[in-house]
């Protein structure tokens, strides 16, 4: 089973920010926090990770609380092509065996 | 990251046939996965591919109906057997460059039987 929740789904305007919100409270010391994305139908696309400090890269930015038990991931100007379901999987890095374990996500919609 | 590529891209498909499915990397990776996602739904891991062994299967798949090869560090296939109508759905492979590394997908095969 997943080990994190999400709300299902979300309306961003375009070229506001998408704050999309997880909770993880049974993360453990070791697990970092992966966000992917998936467009329609098409393969789900690495957008960031982290393990307890914040994170940002060119796609966006990635906000974990204090006590590591939720996270924010941010989309700074949400565009129409952001518009997709979006995954917050949490997983020990570098170790073996260590599976991807995809929950529902949240199906962020982008409105012109 | 890495450039991962599958073929075919789609495929419509009479019950009781067997379709493969093949993923190429465009360089060498530790480790290949396939998965599945049927309409409408998340991702399910099928298996793990191994280089030089036999894959390693999740709960509920099995090799007689899914087997996996994986001859090389940049190439694996999935072959889907005996397809029924609930075969029909998107399978995906996803790699990575070592092990436990972050996680990249092919842009996956869309299947439907008929």
């Known amino acids: 089973d997943a080990k994190t929740t999400q709300p299902p789904s979300m309306d961003c305007a375009e070229g506001r920010a998408a704050n999309l919100p997880c909770n993880h409270s049974t993360i453990s010391g070791n697990e970092y926090v992966y966000w992917y994305r998936q467009i329609h139908s098409q393969g789900p696309q690495y957008i960031i990770h982290?393990?307890?400090n914040n994170e940002t890269n060119e796609m966006a930015s990635l906000i974990i609380t204090e006590d590591r038990k939720s996270s924010t991931l941010i989309l700074p100007h949400a565009t129409l092509r952001d518009t997709a379901v979006y995954y917050c999987i949490v997983r020990a890095y570098m170790e073996y065996g260590n599976k991807l374990v995809f929950g529902a996500g949240t199906i962020l919609r982008v409105k012109s | 990251s890495a450039v991962i590529s599958q073929k075919p891209s789609r495929d419509i498909c009479q019950r009781g046939t067997s379709l493969t499915i093949q993923c190429q990397v465009d360089s060498q990776v530790t480790m290949m996965f396939w998965y599945r996602q049927q309409p409408g739904q998340s991702l399910t891991l099928i298996a793990t591919?191994?280089?030089?062994?036999?894959?390693?299967?999740e709960s509920g798949f099995v090799i007689d109906k899914f087997p996996i090869s994986r001859p090389n560090l940049t190439f694996s296939t999935l072959t889907v057997s005996n397809m029924s109508p609930e075969d029909s759905s998107i399978y995906l492979c996803s790699v990575e460059k070592g092990t436990g590394e972050t996680q990249y997908f092919g842009p996956g095969t869309r299947l439907l039987v008929l």
């Open positions: 982290g393990l307890k």
């Open positions: 591919a191994n280089q030089g062994s036999e894959a390693t299967y």
